[in-house]
C-alpha cells in the first residue's frame, strides 16, 4: 500500500492587526445584510401562506375574500314600444292676412282684438260713399244703355235700323251692365268680412288711417300691409320632427292606418291626447335628416295656441317578447355590445345585439334567459371568469309601463324647459 504523506507546513507569517480589523467589518456587514434578507423572505412566504391557507386551508373561500362587489338586476321578457320621443310645434290650420280690396279711408272697426270670429263676419269699413256714388252713376248709365238697346231692337224688328247701330247700342247696354256689376263688388269690399273661421290678432292698421287696395300681384307682395292676421285654430296641426333612420318604420305603420301621436298636456292640467298622423312629408330635410309628420287634432277649447311646443310620443312598432335589461347593464367593447350575467357565482361576458333603448330599458338579443341575473353596476371591477359578490339586487317596472313614459334612444328637452 501506498500512503502519501503530505509535506509539514511551512513557517507562518505574522498578520497585521489593521488587517484582522478590515475583515471581521466585512463578515459582519455580510451577516447583517443575510440576516434581513432572511426576515424579508420569512414575511413574504407568510404573507402567502396566510392568502392561501387562512380561511381554513378552503382556496375557494380565499378567493370569495377577493370577489368583486357587483349590483345585479333580473332579464324580463314582454313586449316593448318602439317609441319616439320629441317635441312638436302648433300650427293654425290656416293663417290669413287681411287686406283692403279697395282705396279709402278706414272708417270703423267691428271687431276687438284677440276675438274669435267666423266666417263672413264684418271686420272694417271704408268709407263707402264713394263707391255708393259710382254705383248710382253706373245704374244711371245702365237705364240709359237698356232703353237705348230696347228702342234700337224694335227698329231692327221693322228694319228700320242700321245692323252695326244695333249692334254697338247691345254692346253698350252690356257695357253699362258690366260697370253696374263692377261698382257693386267695389261698394261691398268697403266693407272688409272674414274669409275664414279663426281668432284675430292685432289690429296692424287703426281706424282713421286711409288704406290702399292691395289686389291682384300686390297683395301677394311682401310690402302689403295687412289690416289684421286671423289664425284658423279649431283645428290646429302639430308638426314634429322625426330622423330618416325611422322612416321604414314610420311607412310600415302609415300602411296599416295605425300611425299616431300621443301628445304630453300634463302641464296644461289634462290628459294625454291621441291624435292620428294624416301627413308625412314628401321629402327628408337635408340639413337635419329629419321627415315632417303632422297631425290635426279639433282643439275646441281652444287649449292649443300656434307656436307652442307639446311633448310628443311617437308609437313606431312594437317587439314582442322583448329580453329587456337596465340600459346601464349595456357595455360596449372592441368586439361590441355585451352583457356580465352571474352564472354560478361568476361573471361570464356574452355578447348582444341591442334592438331597441327606450331611454331606461334596452331590448337585446343574444345567449340570454328569462331570469337571469345581469350585472347593473360595478362592471369596472369584473374580470370575465371571475368570482362576484352580489350586494343588491334591481327590480324592473311593472309590465306594461316600459317604453311609456320615458325617452326614446337620445335624451329630449321636454317643451316645458323652453318656457320663459
Known sequence: MNVQVSPPPGPVEPRDAGQDTMQDESWTGHARTYVV?????ALALGGFWYFTHASGGDPAKGKHNL??????????????????????TVMANSTVQVNARVNGQLTKAFFTEGQMVKTGDPLFEIDPRPYQAALDNAMASLATARAKADRYSRLRAQNAVAGQDFDDAQAAYLE?????????????YATIRSPVNGKT??????????????????ANSTTANPLV????????????????????????????????????????????IQVPVNFISN???????????????????????????????????????????????????????????????????????????????????????????V??????????????????????????????????????????????
Open 37 to 41: 434578507g432572511g426576515v424579508a423572505l
Open 67 to 88: 370577489a368583486a362587489p357587483v349590483k345585479v338586476a333580473p332579464v324580463e321578457q314582454r313586449t316593448m314600444a318602439v317609441i319616439e320621443r320629441t317635441i312638436g
Open 176 to 188: 253699362a251692365k258690366a260697370n253696374v256689376e263692377a261698382a257693386r263688388l267695389n261698394l261691398e
Open 201 to 218: 290678432g292685432p289690429m296692424l292698421i287703426q281706424p282713421g288711417n286711409m288704406v290702399t287696395a292691395t289686389t291682384g300681384a300686390s
Open 229 to 272: 292676421t286671423i289664425n284658423e285654430i279649431q283645428p290646429v296641426k302639430i308638426s314634429l320632427q322625426l330622423p330618416q333612420s325611422d322612416l321604414p318604420r314610420i311607412q310600415a305603420m302609415a300602411r296599416k292606418q295605425a300611425l299616431t301621436i300621443v301628445m304630453n298636456m300634463h302641464d296644461a292640467g289634462g290628459e294625454d
Open 283 to 373: 321629402s327628408v330635410a337635408g340639413t337635419t335628416g329629419t321627415i315632417e309628420l303632422r297631425a290635426t287634432w279639433p282643439n275646441t277649447d281652444a287649449a292649443l295656441v300656434p307656436g307652442q311646443l307639446v311633448d310628443v310620443t311617437v308609437n313606431l312598432a312594437e317587439i314582442p317578447h322583448a329580453l329587456q335589461v337596465p340600459r346601464e347593464a349595456l357595455n360596449t367593447g372592441p368586439d361590441g355590445q355585451f352583457l356580465y350575467v352571474v352564472r354560478d357565482g361568476a361573471a361570464q361576458q356574452v355578447a348582444v345585439k341591442m334592438l331597441f333603448d327606450d331611454g331606461v330599458y334596452d331590448a337585446v338579443s343574444g345567449d340570454l334567459k328569462k331570469g337571469e341575473q
Open 375 to 420: 350585472i347593473t353596476d360595478g362592471q369596472l371591477r369584473v374580470i370575465p371568469g371571475a368570482t362576484v359578490s352580489v350586494t343588491a339586487s334591481k327590480h324592473h317596472a311593472p309590465a306594461g309601463t316600459t317604453g311609456l313614459m320615458t325617452s326614446g334612444r337620445r335624451k329630449v328637452p321636454r317643451a316645458s324647459d323652453n318656457e320663459g
